[in-house]
């Protein structure tokens, strides 16, 4: 299958990933921008392409349309309404089903046969109505999860310690929202357990920061994107490379039926497997109320009511 990415909406979130695409040594062939605005992701498609002399890969870069999604091996749907100061990520949820609803049928009409990535808040439901829509495997339907609540952990952690964050082995998992948490139980740098590092109250107020940064974020600039920009490339190059690599996913959780944030192996079928993760009594109750909140959500959406 031709290495070709398409990007379904073209705000801030799908240009720093188109951005950080064109800046990194990846295995991208085509990239394709598709928005509502035809005028602008023209001129976005334009200012791209005038980077390629100094880009490390050579890459096609182009505005199209719903067609170009037939023999694309990753669609990223980025599209939908932002999150505003003072609201939560599930303020948005009946504003962006709608949206993708629409969205989901043009990509699957075209013949689409390859891996949803969704970065739309949100980011559990909004992955789990893809693949609800879609009807393709839920190993094909990825969101981008608590992949940049875990930069966010590992940056927060290095920063204070003064270590190099990719030394920090630590992840958030659960919701990518309010409801998600850091399994402390789990956290090492290098081998060390991070208990001999941080007490309870150093590390109750990293998780804090981490799980409040898009609201400071947003209040401070009016949107993330740079983040989620890099986070969504990380998770493309481990599909497109073929790599097993291990990032933290929105993937489905088939006993509960939700889709939500573990550990998982991406290669490229999308996901392998999930790994694993060996929680403590209170991490169990946190994972589990996670899942709650987000099944909650999911079954506050029409189309899902039973």
């Not at 932002?82 to 629409?102: A, C, V, W, Y």
């Not at 969704?118 to 839920?138: H, V």
Request: proline letters at 2%; aromatic letters at 8%.
């Amino acid at each position: 299958m031709n290495k070709k990415v398409v990007i379904i909406g073209c705000g801030n979130v799908g240009m720093s990933y188109a951005y950080a695409l064109l800046n990194q040594k990846t295995n991208v062939q085509e990239l394709v921008l598709i928005d509502l605005n035809k005028e602008r992701i023209i001129g976005e498609a334009m200012d791209l392409n005038h980077c390629l002399a100094f880009a490390p890969t050579k890459m096609t870069i182009k505005a199209g349309d719903y067609k170009d999604c037939k023999d694309a091996q990753i669609v990223c749907i980025a599209a939908g309404a932002n999150q505003n100061p003072g609201e939560t990520r599930m303020d948005l949820i009946h504003k962006n089903s709608k949206i993708f609803k629409s969205i989901i049928k043009e990509v699957m009409d075209n013949g689409f046969d390859g891996i949803f990535l969704i970065a739309t808040n949100p980011l559990d439901i909004m992955t789990y109505i893809t693949w609800k829509y879609s009807g393709l495997p839920t190993s094909r339907v990825i969101g981008s999860g608590t992949s940049l609540d875990t930069a966010r952990l590992r940056y927060m952690i290095g920063d204070k310690l003064n270590f190099n964050p990719k030394n920090v082995h630590a992840y958030v998992i659960g919701e990518h929202g309010d409801s998600e948490f850091v399994p402390w139980s789990n956290v090492n740098i290098g081998l060390q357990n991070i208990n001999d590092f941080l007490d309870n109250s150093e590390k109750e107020q990293i998780y804090i920061d981490v799980r409040d940064a898009a609201y400071d974020i947003i209040n401070r600039k009016g949107a993330t994107c740079y983040g989620i920009g890099m986070c969504l490339v990380r998770i493309t190059n481990a599909i497109l490379g073929d790599e097993n690599s291990i990032i933290t996913v929105s993937t489905y959780d088939e006993k509960n039926d939700v889709y939500v944030s573990v550990p998982a192996v991406l290669n490229s079928t999308g996901v392998r497997n999930r790994i694993y993760v060996k929680l403590n009594e209170e991490e169990t109750e946190k994972l589990q109320h996670s899942i709650d909140v987000i099944r909650a959500a999911i079954e506050s959406i029409e189309d899902f009511k039973k």
